[in-house]
T-cell receptor, first 114, second 114 residues
Framework: SQTIHQWPATLVQPVGSPLSLECTVE??????LYWYRQAAGRGLQLLFY??????ISSEVPQNLSASRPQDRQFILSSKKLLLSDSGFYLC?????????????FGDGTRLSIL | GDSVTQMEGPVTLSEEAFLTINCTYT??????LFWYVQYPGEGLQLLLK?????DKGSNKGFEATYRKETTSFHLEKGSVQVSDSAVYFC?????????????FGKGTKLSVIP
């Protein structure tokens, strides 16, 4: 069966520090991969998605970036964090090319910026 | 653009009460519809889905019927338990090639008291 792993589960970082969140998927090949942010009191906002290695699409302009160095690995990064980057970050995957298939989410990373 | 509107919470019910969480949508194409549940401190879990009109999704006693004529996908459960306390998200995804994004509602927080 397929599983998705995110780490770390929680992270406290000072303003201006770099960020690297990692997500890996097991048990499937060539998945679509996604990064979402859930800010307090708000819904989910799609940040990036990827349909293949090295292919990244950005939905929202910001100081975050994403990379997909391997088929089942998705990384969310920042060179200098802002206070507004605080939130709950969720990675998700779905079957490639099927619009009627759900996305499956990891357990999330809670990021607090001080 | 595509959008999902959920009833605003929080919703507080007594154990064994009947639950309805309303969800309506607007979509530019033919959507698949989903309900996700988020327990405190966790990621999102797929609860149920429906991919065409008049389909009924069901899981763990929850049900929702895809109503194209009213563009709705209301979530129901006949008898809620304390363990159902969570935030519930309605979402849609447009079927077809190149369709990647899930559009979420803002979520409805459910609290079930003994």
């Amino acid at each position: 069966s397929q599983t998705i792993h995110q780490w770390p589960a929680t992270l406290v970082q000072p303003v201006g520090s770099p960020l690297s969140l990692e997500c890996t998927v097991e048990g499937t090949s060539n998945p679509n991969l996604y990064w979402y942010r859930q800010a307090a009191g708000r819904g989910l906002q799609l940040l990036f998605y990827s349909v293949g290695i090295g292919q990244i699409s950005s939905e929202v302009p910001q100081n975050l970036s994403a990379s997909r160095p391997q088929d089942r690995q998705f990384i969310l990064s920042s060179k200098k964090l802002l206070l507004s980057d605080s939130g709950f970050y969720l990675c998700a995957w779905s079957v490639e090319g099927r619009g009627n298939q759900p996305q499956h989410f990891g357990d999330g990373t809670r990021l607090s910026i001080l | 653009g595509d959008s999902v509107t959920q009833m605003e919470g929080p919703v507080t019910l007594s154990e064994e009460a009947f639950l309805t969480i309303n969800c309506t949508y607007t979509a530019t194409g033919y959507p698949s519809l989903f309900w996700y549940v988020q327990y405190p401190g966790e990621g999102l879990q797929l609860l149920l889905k429906a991919t065409k009109a008049d389909d009924k999704g069901s899981n763990k006693g929850f049900e929702a019927t895809y109503r194209k004529e009213t563009t709705s996908f209301h979530l129901e459960k006949g008898s809620v338990q304390v363990s159902d306390s969570a935030v519930y998200f309605c979402a849609l995804r447009i079927s077809g090639a190149g369709s990647y994004q899930l559009t979420f509602g803002k979520g409805t927080k459910l609290s079930v008291i003994p």
